[in-house]
C-alpha cells in the first residue's frame, strides 16, 4: 500500500477487491463490458487491477487509470450477482477518490462540482444564463398523439467536445421553488392523517423539470400531505461523490442534513431514484468511520421514494388511484438502477401501475440500465448511447404510449434515444399521470 494512500482508502480498496474470485459472474451482467467486451474495463479487470496494488503500491499514481475508473455507471448490477458480494461500486468511487487526491480534479469537474453543484446561488446564476440562449438551439417536436409534456431542445455536443449530440430538455422560464411555495397545506382532509414531509427535489427537477416537481406536490397535497419545499436544500453531491470528490461531497451532505434533520417534518421524499439513493445510503457510506455518521443514518431511516410513499399512504389496502392520461393509454415502466437496484423497490410503482392502467400496463421485455450513469452520459456518451440502444429497443416493441420513470436522469437519457429514433413514446414520471379518487 502506498504510503500517500489515506489507510481506510485503501484498505477499502484492497479489501474489496481482494474478494473477488474471478468467477466471472459480474461480466454477464455488466453493461459496459457486454457492449464493449473488454476486460480490463470490466468489474473482473478493475478488481485484478486493483489487487496489483500490494505489489505495485503506485500502480493509482498513473493519471491514465483515470480512464478505466471511468468507464463505470455505478449501477450496481455487478454487486447484485456477485457470489461473493463483491462491492465494486463501492471500489470504483474509492479508486477514483485516490486518483482525485493523487492527481486533482480537472478544470471542468473542478468548475462543475465546486463552483455550481456545491453553490446553488451560482448554479441558479448559470442555468439561467444558460436558459436566455437556449433560442439557438432546435427544438425536437415529439411524436404520437398526447399532448408534449416537456418540450426537448437538440443539443449539438460539439459544444462539449464529444462531436455527436444529445436531446435535452428545454430551460424553463421559472426554477421549481419559483412556482411553489415553501410549503403547500393539504388539499383536502384526510380522516387521521397528520402528515408534514419535506420534498427533497434534486437539481435536474429543480431547474429544467419543474413541472415534475409541481405533479408530486399536487399529487401529495391531494392525499392530505402537507408538503414543505425547503428552501436552503442543495444539491445531493452523488455525483460529485461519485467522481471522486469526497471533501466537496462531504460538505454538501452537511448542509443538507441541516436542512432535512428540522423536527416539524415526518418524513422526507424524493421523486429521484438517484436522490433517493443518496439520502438513503450514499450519504451513510460517505461518513463511515466518522461521528457523525449516526445522523445520517437516522435520516435515512425517514426517507421515502414517492412509490414507496404512495402505498404507505394507501395503508397497504386495495389502491384507489385514477390515471390523469386519455383512456386507453397503454404505458410501459422503466426500472432506474438507483431505485430498483440500490434501493430495492421494484414493486411498488408497478401495483401503482397495474391498479391504475390493468391490462394497457405492458412490462419491458429487457430490464437492463437506460445507460444514463450521470456524467458517464457526457464523458462516455457514444458508449452510453450504445447501451441504451436495448432499451429503447424494448421500448418500441411494447407498442406503449408513454415510459413512467421515478428518476430524472432516466427520463432524460430515455427521451433523447425515444427522440433520435423518432418514435411516438413520452416518457413522464409516475406523479405526472395518477392522481387519487
Known sequence: MSENMEPTRGAGLLDEAGKCIECGTCLHSCPVYRETLEESIGPRGRNRLLREQAYAPDI????????????????????????????????????????????????????????????????RRAVRLAGR????????????????????????????????SCE??????AFLDETVPEITPPARAVEGRNLRVAYFTGCATQYFLPGTGRAVIDLLAALGVTVVVPREQGCCGLAVQANGDAQTAKSMALKNLEVLSRPDVDLVVTACATCGSSLKEGWVNLFRGDPRQGEFKALAEKVRDLSELLIELSGHKPLTYRSTLPPGTRVTYHDPCHLAGYQGVTEQPRRILRQVFGSDFVELDYPGCCGCGGSFSLHSH???????????????????????????????????????????????HLAEIVAPQ
Not at 493523487?102 to 448554479?123: E, P, S
Not at 435535452?168 to 422560464?173: D, G, N, V
Open 382 to 428: 457514444d458508449l452510453s448511447q450504445r447501451i441504451g440502444a436495448e432499451k429503447i429497443e424494448a421500448i418500441e416493441r411494447t407498442g406503449a404510449d408513454v415510459v413512467v420513470n421515478t428518476c430524472p436522469g432516466c427520463m432524460i437519457q430515455i427521451a433523447s434515444g425515444i427522440a433520435k429514433r423518432r418514435l411516438p413514446q413520452q416518457v413522464l
Open 60 to 123: 493509482l499514481a498513473d493519471r491514465h487509470l483515470q480512464g478505466v475508473f471511468d468507464k463505470c455507471l455505478l449501477c450496481g448490477r455487478c454487486v447484485a450477482g456477485c457470489p461473493r458480494g463483491v462491492q465494486n461500486d463501492l471500489t470504483v468511487m474509492l479508486a477514483r477518490g485516490e486518483l482525485v487526491r493523487r492527481h486533482g480534479l480537472t478544470l471542468a469537474k473542478t468548475i462543475a462540482f465546486r463552483k455550481l453543484l456545491a453553490d446553488k446561488a451560482a448554479m
Open 168 to 173: 435535452l430538455p428545454a430551460i424553463p422560464e
Open 133 to 164: 440562449f437556449q433560442w439557438l438551439l432546435p427544438r425536437t417536436r415529439p411524436g404520437g398523439s398526447l399532448p408534449e409534456r416537456q418540450p426537448l431542445r437538440h443539443l449539438p455536443l460539439l459544444f462539449l467536445g464529444l462531436g455527436r
